[in-house]
């Protein structure tokens, strides 16, 4: 089955920096959609990043703070997340998939992984 595992969450301080990544297993991330959203309980997932091959687009809250690239040869995607606010806080995931428009709509993604937490304190 296709698997992606998220890791490099955790707690910072406020203005800090974290580097999330998402390995994908049995599925090929090149020329496909792969896609970051984050979701805190009681709250609906947003996205807040997306990139296929050189398009990327990012939501108005981390615009000019987080980055999305990926490594084709390691099938990894990442999220330089900078200048971290406590309003960052949130599970953090990742997806992926083959849809026509890649956004920031959850509904087009097909497959998800579990989630990295990242806490932000003040």
């Known amino acids: 089955q296709v698997q992606l595992a998220e890791s490099g969450g955790g707690s910072v301080q406020a203005g800090g920096t974290l580097r999330l990544s998402c390995v994908v297993s049995r599925y090929t991330i090149q020329n496909k959609c792969i896609g970051w959203f984050r979701q805190v309980p009681g709250k609906e997932r947003e996205g807040v990043a997306a990139?296929?091959?050189?398009?990327?687009v990012y939501s108005d809250s981390v615009k000019d703070r987080f980055t999305v690239s990926q490594d084709n040869a390691k099938n990894t995607a990442y999220l330089q997340m900078n200048t971290l606010d406590p309003e960052d806080t949130a599970m953090y995931y990742c997806?992926?998939?083959?849809?026509?428009?890649?956004?920031?709509?959850?509904?087009?993604?097909?497959?998800w992984g579990r989630g990295t937490q990242v806490t932000v304190s003040s």
């Open positions: 990139i296929r091959r050189d398009n990327r």
């Open positions: 997806a992926a998939g083959n849809q026509w428009f890649c956004d920031l709509r959850k509904d087009g993604y097909d497959h």
